[in-house]
């Protein structure tokens, strides 16, 4: 099993950024593939972006495709997600999460492990 700590939250302007770091412990992290995942108030969680367990492969919502970018370090067991151009919108508590399967996948259902998350308030 393995746990997931996110950190990196906060308030910031619009136009600001943000770098969300999700620190696993308990198991190898280049064993999953990592997402990160938002939920807004009064909304469905939803997919932002996932990679790879080698991080050579990425998926991004459209929604944030340009702004956003997920990478990894699997030699500190940390995965990142660098927000830029943040607006009003990306408000959200964002998750990290693990799945141990083999191809990156955008369903939240498929991922096995989740962190607490973090906050993230972007103000006009």
């Known amino acids: 099993q393995v746990q997931l700590v996110e950190s990196g939250g906060g308030l910031v302007q619009a136009g600001g950024s943000l770098r969300l770091s999700c620190a696993a412990s308990g198991r190898t992290l280049s064993n999953y593939i990592m997402g990160w995942f938002r939920q807004a108030p009064g909304k469905e969680r939803e997919f932002v972006a996932a990679?790879?367990?080698?991080?050579?492969?990425?998926a991004y919502a459209n929604s944030v495709k340009g702004r956003f970018t997920i990478s990894r370090d699997n030699a500190k067991n940390t995965v990142y997600l660098q927000m830029n151009s943040l607006k009003p919108e990306d408000t959200a508590v964002y998750y990290c999460a693990a799945d141990q399967g083999r191809i990156v996948v955008k369903s939240g259902n498929e991922y096995d492990y989740w962190g607490q998350g973090t906050q993230v308030t972007v103000s006009s």
């Open positions: 990679i790879s367990k080698s991080g050579i492969a990425t």
